[in-house]
């Protein structure tokens, strides 16, 4: 390949990477215009958390394309089975949008990280302030007892992990 045609090369490469790199420029040209909320559509199992998103005003949080963060996103099914199993009807919740914030909170570590970076105990800060512990067993990957049951899914800077329950954070009374 001659001198001039691998600079030219090089200057495409770094021009189209550094327009990236910009927010004025529209996010739909970059790498980034993946979005937690546009992941979660696409797999359509998460509705219910998406409605609730939007009961929490974190529904501009989620389509942001620059956010970094881990979400464990719970199933529409493991949403209504931890409601059920803690007899708590899904009306009490959703009328109550501080609440929902605080659930919806609980489950976003502020970075992004793969399931390779959990060793066998750890605990993490979430959003919401209080810890949740994320364990790995020979049966799988849990967050405070629930599986994680789909992995790494990338949204832009963040990670999903898709869980099959709903995370409450300690000290809340429904």
């Not at 021009?15 to 996010?27: D, E, I, L, M, R």
């Not at 942001?64 to 529409?76: E, G, S, W």
């Not at 489950?107 to 105990?121: G, K, Y």
Request: charged share 15%.
């Amino acid at each position: 390949m001659g001198y001039k045609l691998r600079y030219f090369i090089l200057f495409l490469v770094v021009t189209a990477s550094s327009v990236c790199a910009f927010p004025p420029f529209h996010a739909s040209r970059c790498a980034y215009s993946n979005t937690i909320a546009a992941e979660l559509k696409k797999m359509k199992d998460f509705t219910t958390l998406l409605t609730l998103a939007k009961i929490a005003n974190l529904t501009s949080t989620l389509e942001n394309p620059y956010l970094a963060v881990t979400l464990f996103a719970p199933t529409n099914e493991g949403i209504a089975s931890t409601l059920k199993a803690l007899n708590i009807p899904e009306s009490a919740v959703v009328q109550n949008s501080a609440l929902v914030k605080k659930i919806i909170e609980y489950h976003i570590l502020p970075e992004p990280l793969v399931t390779s970076e959990f060793s066998d105990f750890n605990t993490y800060k979430t959003l919401e302030g209080s810890d949740v512990t994320v364990t790995r067993t020979s049966t799988g990957i849990f967050v405070n007892g629930v599986e994680i049951i789909k992995k790494n899914i990338m949204a832009g800077e963040s990670i999903i992990q898709v869980i099959d329950g709903l995370l409450i954070p300690p000290n809340i009374v429904v």
